[in-house]
């Protein structure tokens, strides 16, 4: 067992490796961008490799999350602020993105406290952060980073180690060695245990444009080998992720365009109690979105291209306690234009149009197969809350057009800070 799962790990250690390598040649190639959740670190989870997602996904999940996609550019994953959406994806179910991050400096802003707040989710479901933390300037274009996801149960606690250079043209690199659960082994009162302890790393770099709308992110998770062992939920779990996102959006005469890029190859290995052997569970997630706006008319008309694929085999944790076998193959066209209604109200309506490939079975579950159209439609009134500030709330209602049917209710805060 000890040897086959040494080789198992020399292979996937290779397959990552290139995914690694495949992701850095194109990061200066490629014109893209992505979701913000991956422009943020994203190091192991202990709730995500153990017990997984909690719902499994049925046909409009991804088509509800992109309806559901930040409006407003700003605040950025980069920026201060509050950027926050929510919506519905079923009677019982939320989908919720929300972050607060503010850097509050002091000394002639040579020093600063960090506060960054934030409530997402992922394939592996939901999640929560609070980070706190300090920064120092050494020198006027370098600085450390000091953070810490701190909890009262001591062994829960993860620690980040930061820097961050900024260049003579106001670009940047920055690179984190995050430490998840780091004192687990010493402090937990349970008999679970970190057989190869786990870390992540993390590495952005970001360049603004000549112009405020021109501006390029390309950001990297990679989390290397690591053993968990939960006694309390009689498995042993093997895990390897790299998660990355391009981002680049810029201004070319009248036209505003962006373009996105995310990607996710995960790795694992299951030995349950209950089984004799092991389960190799795969995750591979590529999604690309291009969208232009119109600038140069009144009612800013805007067309976006967007494809979502997702593969996924093997043991979905013990919330489920499934073997799955999920392919998804989505592509979707979308159009938008806004009609401003009074000073301070927009009403921007959205159609998106889908034709979905999808196969999705399961050891207990129903399984879940389409090939055909899905749509939505939806109403979005942008509320102008300060336009100082450029704080905007949006409340959204959707409709599906496949069916007759009310396709959930949409929430949106942007407030830079």
Known sequence: MVQHRALMRGQRMRSTLKTVLGIVILLPATSAAVTDLNHLPQPWRQQAVVSGAEEVANVERY????????????????????RGTGGSVGSRRLYLDFRFRQDFGFNEDRQGFLLDIQRSEDFDGSFDRQLVGFRHQLTDATEVW???????????????????????????????????????????????????PAQSFFVQWHRPGEQPQNVTTASITYSPPSTFDSREESLVVENETVRGALTHQRRSGYWNLRMTLSAEHTRRDYDLDEL???????????????????????????????????SEQGYTGRNLDEIADVRRSEPTLSGHFSLPLAPAVTLRPEIYLSVPDIEQSYSKSDDEDHHGFTGKFSLPFEILLSRKENAILTLAPTFYLHKAAFGGGNLQLHWPM
């Open 276 to 310: 004799a052997g092991s389960i190799a569970t795969s995750r591979d997630h590529v999604g690309i979105e291009a969208e232009a706006i119109y600038e140069n008319h009144r009612l800013r008309p805007g067309v976006g291209l967007h494809y979502f694929y997702l």
């Open 146 to 196: 000091l953070q810490g996801d701190v909890f009262a149960d001591k062994s829960r606690s993860d620690v980040y180690l930061s820097g961050r250079h900024t260049f003579d043209d106001e670009s940047w690199l920055h690179g984190s060695w995050i430490l998840p659960d780091l004192y687990f082994n010493a402090k937990t009162r349970s008999d679970d245990a970190f057989v190869d």
């Open 63 to 82: 088509l509800h999350e992109l309806t559901f996609e930040h409006s407003e550019p700003t605040p950025s994953a980069n920026g201060n602020g509050i």
